[in-house]
């Protein structure tokens, strides 16, 4: 079974990055899930799909999965650009958008 190393995104609910910056170690999953006929819930005969451990730094987490004899790829974050913006560009002379109101 093969574990995944990454860094999670953040989510639609966060402003900021507070949670993004510890790597988490998570196992995929070894067979599909299965809808459960009397009350149609999914469900999954893999204990290893619970399993969730965080991590300070991707060393660490590579570390312990070398140590432990766990099959592991790395999934790299995407660094997204950040571009500085002021309130006082919306009110600008030479603005380049129509302004809406």
Do not use: C
């Amino acid at each position: 079974m093969t574990a995944r190393i990454y860094s999670p995104s953040k989510t639609a609910m966060q402003s900021g990055k507070a949670r993004t910056k510890r790597w988490v170690l998570d196992y995929e999953p070894e067979t599909a899930r299965e809808v459960e006929p009397l009350m149609g819930w999914t469900s999954s005969g893999d204990m290893k799909s619970q399993v969730k451990l965080s991590f300070d730094t991707k060393e660490d987490a590579i570390a312990y999965a070398t140590r432990n004899g766990i099959a592991y790829r790395v999934v790299e974050p995407k660094v997204r650009p950040v571009r500085p913006k002021a309130y006082a560009d919306n009110f600008k002379y030479g603005r380049i958008g129509q302004w809406t109101h």
